[in-house]
């Protein structure tokens, strides 16, 4: 088994002294994360690899040779498409949108998306160029979530992974992005979806189900003819790296150097990117709380806050540094002395040793962004522990609350209630703080980085056994029972409507056929004898399709039609049974927003597609409990798609069937639900039957939708017309 890695950023960066190449492991991030997967596997990395554009021919060769030599596959970006498709949209849109800082959301970004789309495409393109069977794929983060959707496209048999390395936001959140769907089509085109928390999880099935109206699962979502499975993936650290360097000299010394500049104080530290995301504002506002509620703290505590310099060209971050210059200054000039300030911002990263440094000395460890994917900082500083003192201070909106429960958790937009906790930290008796480091510290030592990498892959390469999946013969196998139906003199056509011709819709009114299709079945009528087989009632399909010379049966078969226009019922009608049934249904759908009934001669169905995923499992099951209750033996319960259904036992599509096949030397009935079950066992074995759609099925073919529908149907005119109906 190979590994591809793709993401953003190769994990070099590549260098030049002197005219000297050189290509360097890159620190952090995913690239330790990774490396030990990359090596053991013997696999490749899909990325860019930095700004190379000022290499000359030589050079760009020279490159390419090292960057191979590390199994890297490069792409290469222009500077437009960084700042379009990275800068614009990853970092403009996407980023703020999916840590709730709405207002800086650029919702007009149509040209940057366009980019971002064009970027994503290049990948998979470059995916599927070095892609050999058996490969397993695993994409990363959010510049690239259309990535999974074009690939899939590319290599149809491709595994495919993908994790999220921020958080998903709610989808009343998400649900303000206008390339929301295509978002959520492409992740869902993955065999393995991975975040960081549960909750994250569920925000995104909860979109899925909102925007793209799949039932609300979250072990996996059923898309089209696919399945994506959905799994919670905590992401760490490599943890014996913090505790290997915690005991080593340079460290120790480093500590102590620190705690002698303190004097005697005791040490809060932060240590951030400079983003907006990570509260250093709200932070800095709770320390100045802390020592106006009790002045003599600013001769007893001393603040560091690290703030790694981000894309410092971006507006948004640089403002964030003057007000975070302001905040500083203001509490300094307030609360210091001729002799010492109680606050220290640093804008510049450390190395390796200094933060290690740093975590053992600090007595508290501030870690509240506003929203966090996961935040290794916290893990970082636990891991850095070894004497098992410090206390951690975590905001409970950072990812690694959901592991870390021994922390202090607070709500980073509560000044004083942070304060308050950074007041308890500081006083925590000795006892408490061991106790609490030592349970977070086996946190966090019993699932490292590694483990947590090894833990994707193995699931990535376990195959779907969700129940229910299709069955179904080959594209190949389908062309030529296809092309046999098309060479035959007498040809049968049964098809169903909603689901089938048209796509399902939010009112099943909306459903009325369009021109193009009208004109499709009349053409369809004079090569074959076409039968359409629905559930709708009568007055509507005949509205809609009842000036063609074709049969219909609606109800499900209850009515029949031959395409002379009469009317025929296949059943004695027997509907008495609703009058007991209709007020429970009545008042479930009163109590259910979104809900509609109806009415049929022989049936009663209820719509829920535009109810609220949210709170669909327990209603559904609240209203069939009721139905099994009060339906009388000659009524069955079924259910279609995002509709039950109530109707006389014994009508069914197979009646239509039964009626209109005799004597035809092909058959060929497509259908996409429960009730077209019914249609395919009613029919002879050598009938070509075909499922829309991903679930269990009779029929021996499957395809993915409406247009994959359609397709085939155009295809059957293609006949000459000698070979029209005998």
């Known amino acids: 088994m190979r590994l591809v890695l793709v993401s953003n950023r190769l994990p070099v960066t590549v260098e030049s002294h002197d005219g000297v190449l050189d290509v360097v492991p890159s620190t952090g991030g995913l690239a330790s994360a990774l490396g030990r997967l990359h090596e053991r596997t013997r696999g490749v990395w899909v990325g860019w690899p930095g700004e190379t554009g000022k290499l000359n021919a030589e050079a760009k060769a020279k490159l390419q040779s090292m960057l191979e030599e590390r199994r890297a596959v490069p792409l290469a970006l222009s500077t437009v498409e960084i700042a379009q498709y990275y800068d614009g949209f990853s970092n403009g849109v996407l980023w703020p949108l999916f840590h709730y800082q709405l207002d800086k959301v650029d919702l007009q970004a149509e040209r940057d998306f366009r980019t971002y789309e064009e970027v994503n495409r290049r990948f998979a393109q470059k995916i599927a160029d070095i892609h050999q069977p058996g490969d397993m794929v695993w994409i990363h983060d959010y510049q690239l979530t259309l990535v999974p959707g074009f690939l899939r496209e590319l290599v149809p048999d491709a595994r495919i992974g993908f994790f999220l390395h921020i ?176 606050l220290q911002v640093l804008y510049r990263s450390v190395t390796f040793e200094q933060l290690v440094g740093l975590y053992r000395a600090a007595d508290v460890m501030l870690v509240t962004p506003l929203r966090d994917g996961m935040n290794l900082v916290a893990k970082e500083y636990v891991a850095s522990r070894i004497d098992d003192d410090g206390v951690l201070v975590l905001s409970e909106l950072a990812g690694a609350a959901a592991e870390l429960r021994e922390a202090l958790q607070v709500n980073p937009y509560d000044l004083e209630g942070t304060a308050a906790a950074l007041r308890r930290a500081l006083e925590m008796a000795p006892n408490e703080r061991k106790s609490r480091m030592r349970a977070l510290r086996g946190h966090v030592r019993s699932f490292d980085v590694h483990r947590w990498a090894q833990r994707f892959v193995e699931e990535l390469g376990v195959p779907s056994s969700v129940e229910g999946a299709v069955e179904a013969g080959s594209a190949v196998a389908l062309e030529q029972a296809l092309s046999m139906f098309r060479n035959a003199r007498r040809r049968t056509l049964l098809l ?139 009524v069955e319960m079924l259910s279609g798609a995002k509709v039950i259904e109530l109707r006389l036992r014994g009508v069914h599509k197979g009646l239509a069937a039964e009626r209109v096949v005799r004597g035809a030397a092909a058959i060929l009935a497509i259908g996409d639900d429960r009730t077209d079950e019914d249609l395919f066992a009613a029919l002879p074995p050598d009938a070509i039957t075909i499922k829309v759609g991903q679930s269990k099925s009779r029929a021996r073919y499957a395809v993915q939708d409406v247009a994959a529908v359609l397709r085939i149907l155009a295809s059957l005119l293609e006949q000459p017309a000698a070979q029209a109906r005998a």
């Not at 899925?208 to 399945?227: E, F, G, M, S």
């Not at 004097?263 to 106006?292: E, M, S």
């Not at 074709?550 to 395409?563: C, D, L």
Request: aromatic share 6%; proline share 6%; net charge negative.
């Open 496 to 634: 169903d409507y909603d689901g089938t011709l048209v796509p399902h819709v939010a009112l099943p009114s909306l459903a009325a056929p369009e021109p193009e299709l009208l004109t499709m079945l009349s053409r369809l009528s004079e090569v074959c004898e076409l039968h359409i087989v629905t559930g709708r009632d009568r007055p509507t399909i005949e509205a809609w399709l009842g000036h063609l010379p074709i049969g219909i049966h609606a109800e499900h078969g209850f009515w029949s039609r031959t395409n002379s226009g009469t009317w025929e019922t296949n059943r004695q009608e027997f509907s008495s049974w609703k009058a007991s049934i209709s007020p429970a249904l009545e008042q479930w759908v009163a109590a259910t927003p979104g809900a509609l009934i109806e009415e049929k001669s022989v049936s009663l169905a209820v719509h829920y597609r535009n109810v609220d995923p949210s709170i669909l499992p327990a209603r559904l099951s609240a209203l069939r409990d009721e139905l099994r209750s009060r339906l009388p033996d000659a």
């Open 167 to 342: 958080p998903f936001p709610a989808a009343d959140v998400f649900r303000i992005l206008p390339w929301r769907t295509q978002i959520l089509r492409s992740l869902l085109s993955a065999d393995l979806l991975g975040f960081h928390t549960a909750g994250y999880r569920h925000n995104f099935a909860h979109a899925a189900a909102l925007v793209l109206h799949t039932d609300l699962a979250y072990d996996a979502v059923h898309l089209d003819d696919h399945v994506c499975r959905l799994g919670v993936f905590p992401i760490s650290i490599e943890t014996s790296a913090f505790e290997d360097a915690a005991s080593t000299d340079a460290v120790i010394q480093e500590m102590h150097a620190l705690k002698d500049a303190a004097r005697g104080k005791k040490i809060i530290l932060g240590v951030d990117r400079l983003d907006y995301t990570k509260g250093i504002p709200r932070r800095l506002l709770t320390f100045d709380r802390l020592l106006n509620a009790d002045p003599s703290l600013v001769d007893r505590v001393h603040f560091v806050q690290i703030a790694v310099p981000s894309r410092e060209k971006v507006a948004a971050y640089a403002e964030l540094r003057r007000t975070v210059n302001e905040l500083a200054g203001r509490i300094n000039a307030q609360h210091g002395t001729p002799l010492s300030s109680p």
